[in-house]
């Protein structure tokens, strides 16, 4: 294995793909239809979002009974950084949800909606290699999540540009300032944990496809004319034109 902390391989690996979500994501926001792709893209986290927090549970039920075994070094310290993460992540899918009723959308239908296959291949993955592998996978996911956090300034900016109100974007400015603490905690976990060369391969394998999973979802948002979301007021979908 080379030298440095496992932090920082795993950081250095990510950096070589950081192009794909950043280019696909300033796409996005520069696409004409604001309004519409906005709304697109908060049912699309809302899809994403509500699989987190069942995926750290299972993930940690997993570690918990690991630890009883007595033979995981990791299982112990994973259970216990995936319990507080999930009381720091309880609650955002609502606040999506509640995001979308502060626009108009029917979230009824939201939650009806089918999610397409980039959500299920990017949340799928988890739960495979969760089960099937060794939970500590999920911190690969994690870390790329909470490294792409929206920025600062996008919810002034898309505020400006959508014209919804400003109860719309809540989430969005919530996580551009929580998700520095939280990559800085899933790091310093890394760094405390007695990773092997095979644990630290687990962790990139999942970074990476995670890392492709969101450049393909962030890519689809902005080259597809976004599907018609439906209003609360009137059940009829958003009309394609208006600001943005």
């Given at each position: 294995?080379?030298g440095?902390s496992?932090?920082?391989?795993?950081r250095?690996k990510?950096?070589?793909?950081e192009?794909?979500p950043?280019?696909a994501t300033?796409?996005?926001?520069?696409?004409?239809?604001a309004?519409d792709?906005?709304l697109?893209?908060?049912?699309t986290?809302h899809?994403?979002?509500?699989?987190?927090?069942?995926?750290?549970e299972?993930?940690?039920d997993?570690a918990?009974?690991?630890?009883?075994?007595g033979?995981?070094?990791?299982?112990?310290p994973?259970?216990?950084?995936l319990?507080?993460?999930?009381?720091e992540?309880?609650?955002h899918?609502?606040?999506?949800?509640?995001?979308?009723a502060?626009?108009?959308?029917?979230t009824?239908?939201?939650?009806?909606?089918?999610?397409?296959?980039d959500v299920?291949?990017?949340?799928?993955?988890?739960h495979?290699w969760?089960?099937?592998?060794?939970p500590?996978?999920?911190?690969?996911?994690?870390?790329v999540?909470?490294?792409?956090a929206?920025?600062?300034?996008l919810?002034?900016?898309?505020?400006?540009?959508?014209c919804?109100?400003?109860?719309?974007?809540?989430?969005v400015?919530?996580?551009a300032?929580?998700d520095?603490?939280?990559v800085?905690?899933?790091?310093a976990l890394?760094?405390?944990?007695p990773?092997t060369?095979?644990d630290?391969?687990?962790?990139?394998?999942?970074?990476?496809?995670?890392?492709d999973?969101?450049?393909?979802?962030?890519?689809?948002?902005?080259r597809?004319?976004?599907?018609?979301v439906?209003?609360?007021?009137?059940?009829?979908?958003t009309p394609?034109?208006?600001?943005?």
């Amino acid at each position: 294995m080379s030298g440095g902390s496992a932090s920082g391989r795993l950081r250095a690996k990510l950096s070589l793909v950081e192009a794909g979500p950043h280019g696909a994501t300033a796409a996005l926001w520069q696409a004409d239809r604001a309004r519409d792709r906005y709304l697109a893209y908060l049912v699309t986290m809302h899809q994403v979002i509500r699989a987190s927090v069942p995926l750290m549970e299972r993930a940690a039920d997993l570690a918990d009974r690991a630890a009883r075994c007595g033979a995981d070094p990791l299982a112990a310290p994973l259970a216990r950084y995936l319990r507080a993460h999930v009381l720091e992540e309880t609650g955002h899918d609502a606040w999506l949800l509640e995001d979308l009723a502060a626009a108009g959308v029917d979230t009824k239908a939201v939650l009806r909606a089918v999610p397409p296959p980039d959500v299920a291949a990017l949340t799928g993955a988890q739960h495979y290699w969760t089960e099937h592998h060794h939970p500590l996978a999920l911190i690969g996911y994690i870390a790329v999540l909470e490294g792409h956090a929206p920025a600062a300034r996008l919810g002034a900016v898309l505020a400006r540009r959508t014209c919804l109100p400003e109860a719309a974007f809540r989430t969005v400015r919530a996580h551009a300032h929580l998700d520095a603490d939280h990559v800085d905690d899933v790091y310093a976990l890394l760094d405390s944990l007695p990773l092997t060369g095979r644990d630290e391969a687990l962790l990139a394998v999942s970074a990476l496809h995670t890392v492709d999973a969101l450049t393909r979802i962030f890519v689809r948002l902005g080259r597809r004319a976004p599907a018609a979301v439906p209003l609360r007021e009137t059940g009829r979908p958003t009309p394609t034109g208006g600001p943005g």
